[in-house]
């Protein structure tokens, strides 16, 4: 089992930065594939971005390629999403995930809400 805790969202202005972290406890984080997710109002969750277990691979949104960078610290447990240029249409609850495969995850965190305002 593992757990998962969100922090680092808020409100910013359109062109702003934040940094998203994901705390993990439990089970040896560093063996699954990490990810972020989001979901706007009335809308789907959506992938965001990908990173295996090494922290080697990623994948992104064509949305947020050259914006997001997602990373990871397996001697801390974390996986972080340094978001930057933001945008009202990147205003969202921002979910990190953990799974076996970077498609395929099975361990949610609560969320947390990040806006952006125009």
């Known amino acids: 089992q593992v757990q998962l805790v969100e922090s680092g969202g808020g409100l910013v202005q359109a062109g702003g930065s934040l940094r998203l972290s994901c705390a993990a406890s439990?089970?040896?984080?560093?063996?699954?594939?990490g990810g972020w997710f989001r979901q706007a109002p009335g809308k789907e969750r959506e992938f965001v971005a990908t990173?295996?277990?090494?922290?080697?691979?990623?994948y992104y949104v064509d949305s947020v390629k050259g914006r997001f960078t997602i990373s990871r610290d397996n001697a801390k447990n974390t996986v972080n999403l340094q978001m930057n240029s933001l945008k009202p249409e990147d205003t969202a609850v921002y979910y990190c995930a953990a799974g076996a495969t970077m498609t395929q995850f099975h361990y949610w965190g609560q969320g947390t809400q990040v806006t952006v305002s125009s």
């Open positions: 439990g089970r040896a984080f560093s063996a699954y594939a």
């Open positions: 990173i295996d277990w090494s922290g080697g691979v990623t």
